[in-house]
């Protein structure tokens, strides 16, 4: 009888250069995304899809990870002797949200060899693997389709995303044939990070997938790729070679958070659709807007400067001089 899987991975080992240098000394997965770490939205979205035993890997400083999901006594103590009840059970309810586990990647060597951590934790089931720094936010689930795509044909799956052609060489990209249902494709092939012109497509692997425990054989056999790591759309193309994998197209809703641009936007759309901070962040938000809008020349830090001192300069020479 086949099982749909219940183990996930996050690998959360980067070094995370895009974003120096907040993350010089801090993992990018702790980030916070308006007031919880990025890596709090995976794991409760691994949770919401039914994976409730996740592996964490990490590397080095990468200790406040398991430091937010482990219990902090002196912490709750503080919080039930001063009577914030709520707090307390927020701050209770972080470490009893999955049974996590952690395995320390020793150097940061690709993503394949981030996957190949996780062999012995799997011991031979189909896993769910999210990367820590891609977020979702979408009202259409998209790892309870993968798993429920995974139960239908008992393959490895790969979330994808249609991306503007410039953009390819950013991800790793597959070729498919299509199948009756939109959302899904039969993936034929995989390259990492293709130029434009000899991409295969235009649908792009992004960080959820489903395997099958055979993508661990294929992690043994990838030798270093691109940049010296280890590859895991090398270990999926080998995948390939020995069983059917399917594709499961995702429209929107996709944050790399491990990018400034992202990591901003992420921010803003989670504050948004929040109902204790949506409505007043959204006014704030239009008033800002609006002001830079009307000011295009307060664009740039250098043009606001400049527009700042003139404004002074402006009010220095109407002040009545002093006698
Ligand atoms: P990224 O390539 O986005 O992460 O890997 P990075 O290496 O931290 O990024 P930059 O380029 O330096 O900014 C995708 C995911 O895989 C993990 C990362 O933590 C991230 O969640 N990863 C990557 C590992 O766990 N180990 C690795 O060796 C590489």
Redesign the pocket.
């Known amino acids: 009888m086949h099982h749909l899987p219940r183990k996930a991975v996050v690998?959360?080992?980067?070094?995370?250069?895009?974003?120096l240098p907040a993350t010089k000394a801090q993992p990018?997965?702790m980030l916070p995304l308006v007031d919880r770490p990025a890596i709090q939205y995976i794991i409760e979205e691994a949770v919401s899809a039914g994976l409730d035993d996740i592996l964490v890997?990490t590397?080095k400083s990468k200790w406040s990870i398991e430091d937010h999901f482990d219990k902090s006594f002196e912490l709750e103590k503080h919080l039930e002797s001063s009577g914030k009840i709520e707090e307390l059970d927020l701050v209770r309810s972080i470490s009893d949200l999955a049974e996590l586990h952690y395995v320390r990647?020793g150097e940061?060597?690709?993503?394949g060899?981030?996957v190949s951590m996780a062999k012995q934790h799997i011991s031979g089931e189909p896993f769910a693997v999210l990367?820590?720094?891609d977020i979702m936010i979408s009202d259409h689930p998209l790892l309870s389709g993968m798993m429920q795509l995974y139960g239908e044909q008992q393959c490895s799956v790969l979330a994808l995303m249609e991306v503007p052609s410039q953009d390819i060489s950013l991800y790793g990209c597959v070729s498919y044939e299509p199948t009756e249902n939109a959302e899904i494709v039969r993936v034929t092939g995989i390259v990492e990070k293709p130029d434009p012109d000899e991409a295969p497509s235009n649908f792009a692997v992004i960080?959820r997938y489903i395997f099958t425990p055979e993508i661990f054989d294929c992690l043994d056999k990838t030798k270093p790729g691109r940049n010296g790591?280890i590859q895991l759309t090398d270990a999926i193309s080998l995948l390939l070679k020995q069983q059917p994998i399917f594709g499961y197209v995702v429209k929107d809703g996709r944050f790399?958070v491990?990018t400034k641009i992202d990591y901003l936007t992420a921010i803003v759309e989670l504050a948004l659709v929040r109902d204790d901070l949506g409505p007043q962040f959204l006014a704030i938000l239009t008033e800002i807007v609006s002001r830079f809008e009307d000011k295009p020349s307060a664009r740039t830090p250098r043009e606001r400067m400049s527009h700042a001192m003139s404004e002074i300069m402006r009010k220095l020479e109407h002040k009545p001089k002093s006698k």
């Open positions: 690998p959360a080992a980067g070094l995370g250069t895009r974003l990018k997965e890997i590397g990647q940061p060597l690709g993503l060899h981030a990367l820590a720094d960080g790591e790399d491990g």
